[in-house]
């Protein structure tokens, strides 16, 4: 099976439709459809967020996604857990008549994905963490969104302490540390204390602080992590590393990894938001 891997969307529709376009142009034609797996970010910020979900849907088994933090923004922002930023892009899908159907298909979705020696994730994955320790923990969270209290788990999953994972972590604080460091870590401590302040370039390192992926003997360095979150890193590509959030709402460019041989397709974006107005 042939597995493509596609950064940050936001909501950027008719960039999706241009890729998966591009994708099927490249595609084997005796070949069985590709698989594609999202790194998250769905919706939000771009101009099209209703159709992206719709569009996601559709694909069925075809498509996978992990959640990402404004995927779960959107959740909160739908049952009046969080108030929309000025920013937001939502209000198309919060009239939708199909809005609950996308909103009960968005929350079921997981937050990480392991797949041929690759672990897919939003934002990032604690250094002391190994590839398994990283699913089985996502399973929690995935377990609260989908059970019967998933907005409670909403109303209670905001704030960034604990800094710092401890196994002995319970309830609450102990998923709040999960999902902060799957949709949200750029930066922390070789301890594994998260910087969620900070959300910005690499030069713009706290003292002490460094990129997760930069974390000398993380856990994961034996797989190779797929990630989005970060647009100002660009495309990154290491032997262990995949960063695909190119920045397609900032008019940057929407990317694709086939993971078979790392071979890349891209597509120019519009601006459609510039970073001062965030």
């Given at each position: 099976m042939t597995i493509y891997a596609i950064g940050d969307l936001q909501g950027c529709h008719a960039k999706l439709v241009e890729l998966l376009e591009r994708i099927q142009y490249h595609r084997d034609a005796d070949g069985p459809e590709p698989e594609l797996i999202f790194v998250g970010d769905?919706?939000?910020?771009?101009?099209?967020?209703?159709?992206t979900l719709r569009l996601l849907r559709s694909l069925g088994d075809r498509a996978r996604v992990v959640l990402g933090n404004h995927d779960l923004?959107?959740?909160a922002v739908a049952n009046g857990i969080r108030k929309p930023h000025s920013?937001?892009?939502?209000?198309?899908?919060?009239?939708?008549?199909?809005?609950?159907?996308?909103?009960?298909?968005?929350?079921r979705q997981p937050l990480a994905i392991l797949e041929d020696n690759h672990l897919l994730i939003h934002a990032g994955v604690l250094p002391q963490w190994t590839a398994q320790q990283t699913l089985s923990l996502a399973r929690?969270?995935?377990?609260?969104?989908?059970?019967?209290?998933?907005?409670?788990f909403l109303s209670r999953m905001y704030?960034?302490?604990?800094?710092?994972?401890?196994?002995?972590?319970e309830g609450a604080d102990r998923l709040r540390c999960i999902v902060n460091a799957l949709t949200r870590l750029r930066f922390c401590t070789p301890d594994g204390t998260m910087a969620l302040a900070a959300t910005k370039g690499v030069e713009t390192a706290l003292?002490?602080?460094?990129?997760?992926?930069?974390?000398?003997?993380?856990?994961?360095?034996?797989?190779?992590?797929?990630?989005?979150?970060?647009?100002?890193?660009?495309?990154?590509?290491?032997?262990?590393?995949?960063?695909?959030?190119?920045?397609?709402?900032?008019?940057?460019?929407?990317?694709?990894?086939?993971?078979?041989?790392?071979?890349?397709?891209?597509?120019?974006?519009?601006?459609?938001?510039r970073p001062g107005e965030i």
């Open positions: 769905l919706v939000n910020r771009g101009p099209g967020s209703l159709a923004h959107l959740l920013s937001d892009t939502l209000d198309e899908i919060l009239a939708a008549p199909d809005r609950d159907d996308l909103l009960d298909w968005l929350r929690e969270v995935e377990a609260a969104l989908s059970g019967p209290d998933w907005t409670g704030g960034n302490m604990p800094a710092r994972w401890d196994d002995a972590l003292p002490g602080h460094m990129p997760w992926f930069d974390v000398p003997g993380r856990r994961t360095e034996d797989i190779t992590v797929v990630f989005g979150h970060w647009s100002t890193l660009g495309l990154t590509i290491r032997p262990n590393l995949l960063g695909l959030d190119t920045g397609c709402l900032w008019g940057g460019k929407l990317s694709a990894i086939r993971l078979q041989d790392r071979s890349v397709i891209q597509v120019d974006c519009p601006q459609y938001q």
